[in-house]
């Protein structure tokens, strides 16, 4: 298994440009998550989706979206960027609900200039 | 909204001394996670505990909920430089079923 899987590993972009960060998942399972995290500091869950079909907003959603259209995708769409987004994100995934550990994708490093 | 903070932010050992980090919580948790990150990399579950006042230990790493289950504390005995990283405790929290990642901590070894 290859786990929770990110692309691309790192983007500039300038302020304005959009773009679709992907994340994969092949361990069948229902819960993922998006989450940005900035130096230093901890993490902030952007989007979840705890099923296909499913999203709903974390606690940092705006100037983002997200679908869930398959069990194994979850991407996530910067729409006009702007450097307050310059961030590492993360892509996780659980079994279920929050109670199950999350199995984390090894990252997006997003520059915004 | 629920606050989970972690203290020391930083904190500098020598290696084969002991390290604990504290994980406080604005209210109460139903479970805590912990998840260790390593420079560059991504975070890693360790462990969860559920029940109040819980311990459990893998092999130098001690961790423990608090009887409110409001607290939770990771104690390394002798550090090794394999120990560096960051560690964050993730709280659910009891009323909402939210996870809300604590402000971690930068845990770094002199050899």
């Known amino acids: 298994n290859a786990g929770v899987t990110q692309t691309p590993k790192f983007r500039i972009l300038k302020i304005g440009q959009s773009m679709t960060l992907q994340c994969t998942q092949d361990m069948n399972h229902n819960y993922m998550y998006w989450y940005r995290q900035d130096p230093g500091m901890g993490l902030k869950l952007i989007y979840y989706s705890v099923g296909a079909g499913i999203t709903d907003k974390g606690e940092v959603p705006n100037g983002y979206n997200v679908s869930r259209s398959t069990t194994e995708d979850f991407p996530l769409r910067l729409e006009l960027a702007a450097p307050s987004q310059t961030s590492v994100y993360f892509c996780?995934?659980?079994?279920?609900?929050?109670?199950?550990?999350?199995?984390f994708g090894p990252g997006t490093r997003l520059t915004v200039t | 909204g629920q606050q989970v903070m972690q203290i020391p932010q930083y904190q500098h050992v020598q290696e084969g001394e002991d390290f604990t980090t504290y994980c406080n919580s604005s209210t109460t948790l139903s479970n805590i996670q912990w998840y260790k990150q390593r420079p560059g990399g991504h975070p890693v579950f360790l462990i969860q505990?559920?029940?109040?006042?819980e311990v459990k230990k893998q092999k130098r790493l001690t961790f423990q909920f608090g009887e409110a289950k409001k607290n939770s504390s990771l104690h390394i005995t002798a550090t090794q430089t394999t120990d560096v990283g960051t560690y964050f405790c993730?709280?659910?929290?009891?009323?909402?079923?939210?996870?809300?990642f604590g402000t971690g901590t930068r845990l770094t070894i002199i050899p």
């Open positions: 505990l559920v029940k109040s006042g």
């Open positions: 993730a709280g659910i929290d009891f009323g909402n079923e939210k996870l809300t």
């Open positions: 996780a995934s659980s079994y279920s609900t929050v109670s199950y550990e999350q199995y």
